[in-house]
């Protein structure tokens, strides 16, 4: 298959429906979702570090210095950790139902409020948090404050668990519930405002009054079908968030193997090859399972693929973690071309940013450079993940801003100089995966140069 016909395949049979699926309304709300959330995840992981300085930090004298001045507010500091995490799924909720009402209000012209849409969102999730059990013929709040319950630090009084860390239906394993009830709550409202039921005010009403009045009907109708799906569940011996949380948990699960790690970095080279941000994409799908997880590690749990895994240890450079072949280009290439991509794209690729180097090399349909830039994220991977998975580095604790320079980011991420180390290692495996082939490419090129130079002298 020559260059022309393999484009054409690609363009056809992956490009469109992934441009597709890319510009779908639901996936561009979860994608702003995302971005609304993960700044606050890393402000929250800043206080979670300084509550643990004295485990990062082990020296007496230091430790000593820190019970008298900073360890004095951990607590505190706790606290403003669980502010987010504890209440992740609220975050995500309200967030979403914002986003995708404002993408319709602006698409299909429709008199919508993404205030409203919020908070309607967030009103079907609540709906969803209390748990009950059917006793006696009917529907009674569930309750459970036993000693043990008690003693573990969890307990579910009037219908309302909780524990240390917040409450129970509210972290990170609700995320999903709150995704897909926010995403009902904000269909019914589109189209009870679309088919015209609502209470119409005068227009001498201001308009904050009259959109909240558009509110009703639709607040109506979100807690009708509420309470007769999650009535028929309880019925049953379940509810709507137990059974949400089955999908979430088996996808959870998959996530977090090793082989799902290889295929969600496969994807992401796949699509950024065709064109598409796969990091955009893919992450924005992976954010609900890797701050489930990330929360879940703060709790007593393990997982491999939590926090910013991806940028700590995989995609050092960018996307297809290309920061060795960088800096291959800007110091070793023979090619003028590509030397001076290397040295325009070198800073940037420190912050893990290279779309000069995607774009100007280019990586983007060039067959050249497809094998590395799917083979190196993968390669190094794997390598974080089984040194994760058999404990030789601490699991992921901390959300780092994903920009943060390669070693740093390991060692943020694990608080620990394990992690430092591994990051640097994972960086030098995909390098070696890189330079055979960048090699090659850049003879290629150079070869072409110098011809080039020759035919203009003749």
Do not use: C
Not at 110 to 132: C, E, I, K, W, Y
Not at 133 to 144: C, E, H, M, S
Not at 284 to 295: D, E, G, K, P
């Amino acid at each position: 298959m020559n260059q022309g016909k393999f484009q054409e395949f690609i363009n056809k049979h992956l490009v469109g429906p992934m441009g597709k699926f890319a510009n779908a309304r639901f996936v561009r709300a979860v994608m702003g979702a995302g971005y609304t959330v993960i700044s606050f995840t890393i402000v929250s992981s800043m206080f979670l570090i300084l509550s643990n300085l004295d485990l990062i930090i082990t020296a007496k004298a230091f430790v000593s210095f820190y019970d008298a001045t900073l360890g004095r507010f951990r607590d505190m500091y706790q606290a403003i950790y669980n502010a987010v995490m504890g209440f992740i799924a609220i975050y995500f909720a309200g967030s979403f139902g914002y986003e995708y009402t404002k993408i319709y209000q602006k698409e299909e012209k429709l008199d919508l409020s993404p205030l409203n849409g919020m908070f309607l969102g967030l009103f079907g999730f609540f709906l969803t948090v209390a748990q009950f059990a059917w006793q006696d013929g009917k529907v009674a709040f569930l309750t459970n404050v036993s000693k043990k319950a008690v003693e573990g630090g969890t307990g579910v009084i009037a219908g309302y668990g909780a524990s240390s860390s917040g409450f129970a239906r509210l972290g990170a394993t609700g995320i999903f519930t709150g995704l897909i009830i926010s995403w009902i709550a904000v269909q019914s409202y589109r189209m009870i405002v679309k088919k015209g039921w609502g209470i119409k005010m005068p227009d001498s009403v201001p308009k904050g009054v009259a959109d909240s009045f558009t509110a009703l009907i639709p607040g109506f109708a979100v807690a009708l079908i509420t309470a007769i799906i999650d009535g028929a569940l309880v019925a049953m011996g379940t509810d709507i968030f137990n059974v949400l949380y089955i999908p979430f948990s088996f996808v959870g699960k998959l996530v977090d193997s090793w082989y799902g790690v290889l295929v969600i970095f496969f994807l992401i080279g796949a699509l950024w090859f065709v064109g598409i941000h796969g990091a955009t994409i893919i992450t924005s799908f992976t954010n609900a399972f890797v701050l489930a997880n990330l929360a879940s590690n703060n709790n007593g749990g393990f997982h491999v693929l939590a926090g910013e895994f991806f940028n700590a240890f995989v995609s050092t450079g960018g996307s297809g973690a290309t920061l060795v072949m960088i800096l291959y280009l800007a110091f070793r290439a023979r090619s003028v071309q590509l030397r001076e991509l290397g040295k325009l794209a070198f800073v940037p690729a420190l912050f893990n940013i290279n779309e000069p180097i995607l774009f100007g090399l280019p990586i983007v349909y060039n067959i050249d450079v497809l094998v590395p830039f799917l083979l190196a994220p993968m390669a190094s991977a794997m390598v974080a993940y089984f040194s994760i998975a058999t404990h030789l580095v601490p699991k992921i604790t901390v959300q780092q801003p994903w920009p943060t320079p390669v070693g740093l980011g390991g060692f943020i991420a694990t608080q620990s100089w394990k992690g430092f180390v591994l990051a640097i290692v994972t960086t030098i495996v995909a390098g070696l995966v890189w330079y055979p082939f960048i090699k090659a490419y850049d003879n290629k090129l150079y070869k072409r140069e110098q011809e080039a130079a020759s035919a203009k002298e003749a």
